[in-house]
């Protein structure tokens, strides 16, 4: 069975003249090409995740057609979902039934359920599940949820999931990027919440809630606009943001750098 493994950028190679690890120049000219390679990195940045979490949608929905699958039996669909969770060390895989209860790839049977989550009445109604924010209660992990619902003689019989880790996808994100120093990349959801973020402290917090006024004025003109620029004040420096909206999960994507005509 093919699984959707590969994320690499869907993106030329970036000039590392400016926004990658270069000496900040002062000029107009340079500034000006500053914003040129954000947003090619801001491209990147939104293919490279949504590349990443199609990948995993994609896999999911070729297990969750499986005659294993389809029998709502976990001893019957582990083999599966063992595989493909071996083939991608960065999400945990899981079987979830109507009730709430689950079982993971790692533990098996868990002794909590899903009910309580809250994009589970969307899955139990047949919708599919792509980017809901969660603390894994399996791994204790900032994970997005990805979950295909199964179907059967009309009547949803479960769903398989992964919950995708989001600490692993910010390092590779920020491996693939390569920013200098003065600049940043971080993405909200819907709801104003970090989902990915260069610095690990920042993520899964919502930045209106870091103390700058400018900053939350920022974050609330990105979560209302499908992209745009802006610039805040925060860290003691002028920071200019470009911002888009992925298709796929809503989320904001944005590049940050320090703004040298404002430093």
Known sequence: MMFVTGYGLAQAPISPS???KSPVASSSVAQSQHEADAQSL????VSYTDLRMK???QSLETLASTTEARSAKWENMKPLLSSYQRSDAGLIVWFVRPDGTYSTVDKGPMDVTLSDRDYFPALMSGQKIMG????????GQRSAVIAIPMEKNGKIIGAIGASLFLDKLSEQVDSAL???PDAA?????PNGRSTLHKQTDRRFVDPRELGSETLKK???EMLSN???ETTYEFDNATKKAIYRTSPLTQWKFVITFTDAHRK
């Open 218 to 220: 920022a974050a609330n």
């Open 55 to 57: 990948g995993v949608q």
């Open 226 to 228: 499908p992209e745009g």
């Open 185 to 189: 990349f971080f993405s909200l959801a």
């Open 42 to 45: 801001l491209s990147a940045f």
């Open 132 to 139: 809901a924010l969660v603390i894994s209660k399996s791994t």
């Open 178 to 180: 390569a920013l200098r």
């Open 18 to 20: 400016s926004i990658a």
